[in-house]
């Protein structure tokens, strides 16, 4: 039945085209009172949100490019990068990762396999030019999954007159001998703007400055310093176009990722020394290796009355994720399946999305906003392996938030939110683990018990969030926000029903179809201070969850041959707290000193310790020289050595990293050429990411990397 969701939305879509072009108030004010300009490092906060919301424009993201979005996001005071090795990395805000941080574009949520460390985002890099970043509770607007934060991209304005413009970007590292390039060609005609781009990426294995690498107390070498089979390629495609005429406006955008990269063989499975020898290629891919194919298709509907506006997001999207292994069984019994028989996993998530919401603007005083949105997603597995069972979810909400500005200084903005959800979570039985127990010689209680790697799993959730704030502009250049909010987060199906050893974690996963909902109450308090020539930026954080969903070492040791302990995901009680600030100035009329730091304390209090994942303390200081169109910066980025660790992780000593660059804006036959070059980890500091997917056994983070970026943007008018 619900197969036939999308024909019905589609149909909608045409005959009731009703869609607001700013799809709530928080990013109306957001897209009309912020801009980054190219001569500052920082982003531009939107005073007039009782959130704290920052945004990234092109210049910024340009700034920062390293072909991956999420590392560009870490300058971003509270955004940190789980990276999973040299090419891709997931987000983190304020502490909280995973299903806790929604991704939208172009209005629909991201949704992919995210609840694992070692799955990355699949977005274009290339293809990204507005980035607003939402700190703390967004369920009231975005739903369960946006607990943490949200993370939204979204295209920028059409070009003013008519026009047929492009852009060339090429890139390169040393690091991992990448190369990467990017073509986008646009037109602008009237009521129409299109625009298509390709993008594409190949990497080699990138390089550490470490010999050897230490993982379950065996010595590993790394040869030549390069890690064996981490290299891989992408290659993106995307069309958006939109169209506007009177009150009507409307988008579609359609994109395919494609993602192809390889596992560490000495961190997948157990190790063996003689799978990471030098094979003498370092751009070949071999087992292990996973494959990522994102499609996604959305629409934006809107239509505008006198003081209504009313706005519809649709999208659909198909995530096929596969992991690729040669084929090796724990149990004698088991034999290669006939069809991909060294396919180990495969998850295909199929994802419909609705979202319809009506702003109303019946005064200068006053604005309301009202919305629902619902999702379907359906989730099928293959492969000779076992981690996650096929399941369907389906979630709906409704929300109303209401804005109060009673004088241009003082802003107060409160709302409301119900969703209810469903998940239905398939048995799975497992009849070689079944054998390889009786032949081990266990009873038959136990066998029963675990030969069900998946029982059935049928359950309804529903609860209520919340969020009420001000802004207040006290006297000129000084503004003060603060927030408090309800938020709660359902179950995913890996946290109900996971059960196997999941390599990009290295153990025992297990789910518990019995947990409940996550809940917790969320405090942000900001004081802003911006003039010419000088700002300052200084926020508080205080969250508390009353049963936050972690996994827990049980002390239960797994039947699953060489698996180890089970870890389980298991309900706390749990604080997250942090501060961050940061501050920029100039002088001298060419320099800018800018500082950045950020600190997240987390606690889990049922077991007194801190939670896992906790990202350690940093800070940069940067100095950059601005000239017309060139400038030079200099940096120096710190990061605290991180004792507070929850059980099975480990500490991570601290390291400061001295990073270099500069861009230049080259006139050329009649083209603007902007060249950006860096260089980052300049004395090849040997140092960890405590969230890397790769910490765990033991592997550096990547070392000095020469980076060079060149971008040329072309025009042409059109009558």
Same mark, same amino acid.
């Given at each position: 039945m619900h197969t036939r969701i999308l024909p019905v939305m589609l149909l909608f879509v045409f005959v009731l085209p009703v869609a607001g072009q700013q799809a709530d108030s928080i990013?109306?004010?957001?897209?009309?009172?912020?801009t980054v300009t190219a001569d500052s490092y920082k982003k531009a906060s939107n005073r007039n949100s009782v959130l704290s919301v920052e945004v990234a424009e092109k210049d910024f993201l340009t700034e920062h490019f390293t072909g991956n979005l999420i590392q560009a996001l870490e300058y971003i005071p509270g955004v940190r990068?789980?990276?999973i090795g040299s090419g891709f990395s997931k987000p983190m805000i304020r502490g909280m990762g995973f299903n806790r941080i929604a991704v939208t574009e172009n209005g629909i949520k991201q949704e992919g396999q995210q609840w694992g460390s070692d799955h990355g985002l699949e977005i274009d890099a290339f293809n990204i030019e507005r980035v607003t970043v939402r700190k703390g509770p967004s369920s009231l607007l975005y739903g369960s999954d946006a607990m943490g934060g949200v993370i939204e991209i979204t295209s920028p304005p059409?070009?003013?007159g008519n026009q047929f413009f492009g852009e060339v970007s090429l890139l390169g590292k040393t690091v991992n001998n990448s190369l990467g390039a990017s073509l986008m060609l @646009?037109?602008?005609?009237?009521?129409w703007y299109t625009k298509v781009r390709y993008s594409e990426q190949h990497f080699g294995d990138y390089r550490i400055p470490a010999d050897t690498i230490v993982y379950l107390t065996q010595r590993i070498p790394v040869y030549g310093r390069r890690l064996k089979n981490t290299a891989g390629w992408e290659r993106n495609v995307s069309l958006y176009t939109e169209y506007r005429k009177g009150k009507y406006y409307s988008n579609y955008a359609i994109s395919n990722a494609y993602q192809k990269t390889g596992f560490f063989p000495g961190?997948?499975?157990?190790?063996?020394i003689s799978r990471v020898q030098d094979d003498g290629d370092h751009r070949n891919v071999e087992?292990?290796?996973?494959?990522?194919?994102?499609?996604k298709v959305t629409t934006r509907q809107q239509y505008s009355w006198h003081n209504l506006i009313g706005s519809w997001d649709l999208g659909y999207q198909n995530n096929h994720r596969e992991e690729w292994s040669k084929f090796h069984t724990h149990y004698g019994t088991q034999s290669p399946p006939e069809h991909n028989p060294d396919e180990e996993l495969d998850f295909a998530l199929n994802t419909f999305s609705s979202s319809m919401k009506l702003r109303f603007i019946p005064s200068t005083t006053w604005e309301h906003t009202a919305g629902w949105d619902m999702q379907f997603q359906q989730n099928r597995i293959a492969g000779y392996s076992f981690l996650l069972p096929r399941y369907d979810r389906f979630t709906t909400g409704f929300f109303a938030l209401s804005t109060w500005r009673p004088s241009p200084q003082l802003s107060v903005s409160g709302g409301l939110r119900y969703d209810l959800g469903s998940v239905?979570?398939?048995?799975?039985t497992d009849p070689y683990l079944e054998t390889y127990l009786q032949g081990m010689g266990y009873d038959d209680e136990l066998i029963q018990q675990y030969k069900w790697r998946s029982y059935p799993v049928d359950r309804d959730f529903g609860d209520f969030s919340g969020s009420l704030g001000i802004s207040w502009n006290p006297a000129g250049a000084h503004w003060v926000k603060a927030n408090i909010g309800h938020s709660f987060r359902l179950p995913g199906a890996n946290?109900?029903?996971?059960? @196997?050893?999941?390599? @990009?974690?290295?153990?025992?996963?297990?789910?518990?179809p019995s947990l409940s909902s996550e809940r917790g109450w969320q405090l942000d308090a900001s004081y802003i201070y911006d003039t010419k020539g000088f700002s300052l930026s200084a926020t508080t954080f205080f969250s508390w969850f009353n049963n936050y969903i972690y996994l827990k070492p049980t002390g239960e040791w797994s039947v699953l041959p060489h698996a180890g302990q089970i870890y389980r995901y298991t309900g706390a009680e749990a604080i997250f707290a942090g501060a961050e600030l940061s501050f920029d100035v100039d002088f001298l009329n060419h320099f800018n000193y800018a500082f950045m730091g950020e600190y997240v304390y987390t606690h889990n209090q049922d077991e007194s310790t801190p939670l896992a994942f906790s990202p350690p303390a940093s800070m940069r200081n940067t100095l950059t020289w601005k000239g017309k169109k060139s400038q030079v910066f200099a940096e120096l980025q710190s990061i605290a050595k991180q004792t507070r660790v929850a059980k099975n992780e480990s500490v991570t000593d601290g390291a400061n990293l001295v990073n270099l660059g500069g861009s230049l804006n080259l006139p050329l036959g009649g083209l603007n050429v902007d060249i950006t070059l860096s260089l980052r980890n300049l004395f090849d500091t040997k140092y960890y990411n405590h969230l890397s997917f790769y910490r765990k056994v033991e592997i550096p983070e990547p070392g000095r990397n020469i980076q060079l970026l060149i971008k040329i943007p072309f025009n042409t008018p059109l009558k």
């Open positions: 990013r109306t004010v957001t897209l009309e009172s912020v990068s789980m990276d059409a070009p003013a @646009g037109i602008k005609k009237d009521n961190a997948h499975g157990i190790p063996d087992f292990p290796y996973s494959k990522v194919n994102h499609l239905d979570i398939s048995a799975y946290e109900l029903a996971a059960n @196997g050893v999941h390599h @990009g974690t290295f153990r025992h996963e297990q789910g518990d």
